[in-house]
């Protein structure tokens, strides 16, 4: 199928979404790749440096505990250094002007949260890089005071509790919460426009939301670099980069 440029592309966009006020954005690596996070199943990721730790294990020995820690040491100066894109900022101008009914995302960077959404209306299914969380007590503490306690030297940090500290994302081997399963599901059954962007769709459960959001009747938008298993059914599809063509329709869909 031909694509069109960015600007027929993100005019279609605008089009459909202009008289529509419940809309769900959907987000997925794709569209951090453009603030250099890269995709941790794409090769040669800094993820693939490491084997990961299972929360099984990270609970179990000292030792999975401590690689755990400096996989994280070492990854998180690619989250910290990120800032947010062109897509980023478009999902939260669409806040700004009372359009986005919730934005759920797969991605850990918090970058949604600096471009300026707001927090409340951010579904993490995976969770966030910016937080830690004591498994004891659940005290939270910015990722940044940890990792300047693991440049110090420590291996393996404790909470003031004497608790483990772990950041605040679903590990491997760790099933979603179900709250937030749960609110993301109503979310998608009760918009009227379900933008998926830089998502592949292909991750279980979050891969669920567009047909749920179809099903109810929603318009259904997909930008993405990638093929998608929703590509025949959606009403909109465009293979690209997000930042641009969410840019390019933001005049548009203001304007309205
Ligand atoms: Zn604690």
């Known amino acids: 199928m031909a694509q069109p440029d960015i600007q027929t592309a993100a005019r279609e966009l605008a089009d ?23 995709d941790y199943r794409s090769q040669g990721g800094l993820w693939e440096r490491y084997k990961p730790v299972t929360i099984q294990e990270f609970l179990a020995g000292e030792d999975a505990r401590r690689r755990y820690w400096q996989r994280k ?12 894109n062109a897509g980023h900022r478009a999902i939260a101008a669409l806040e700004r002007v009372g359009r986005l009914q919730v934005l759920i995302t797969q991605n850990i960077d918090g970058l949604h949260e600096i471009a300026g959404n707001d927090p409340e209306n951010i579904i993490e299914l995976h969770g966030t890089e ?11 503490i910015p990722r940044a005071e940890v990792q300047e306690r693991l440049e110090a030297g420590e291996e393996v940090p404790l909470c003031k509790c004497g608790g ?14 179900e709250d937030i399963l749960a609110r993301a599901f ?19 459960p979050a891969a ?18 990638d093929e998608t298993p929703f590509d025949d059914v959606a009403d909109w599809r465009v293979n690209g980069e997000a930042g641009p063509v969410l840019e390019a329709a933001m005049p548009y869909l203001l304007a309205t």
């Not at 040491?73 to 989250?79: A, G, L, N, Q």
């Not at 910016?130 to 939270?140: D, H």
């Not at 059954?189 to 279980?204: H, P, R």
């Open 130 to 140: 910016r937080w830690v969380k004591c498994l004891a007590c659940e005290k939270r």
């Open 16 to 38: 459909a979404i202009q008289a529509v006020d419940r809309i769900v954005v959907f987000t997925g690596a794709g569209i951090s790749t453009e603030s250099g996070i890269s």
């Open 73 to 84: 040491k070492d990854i998180y100066p690619t989250f910290a250094k990120a800032k947010p």
């Open 164 to 177: 483990w500290l772990k950041p605040a994302t679903i590990s491997f081997g760790q099933s979603l919460p």
């Open 208 to 225: 669920l939301m567009p047909g749920v959001a179809k099903h109810a009747g929603a318009w259904l938008g997909i930008l993405n670099r």
């Open 186 to 204: 109503e979310e998608s059954e009760n918009c009227e426009a379900f933008l998926v962007v830089g998502s592949s769709l292909l991750v279980q």
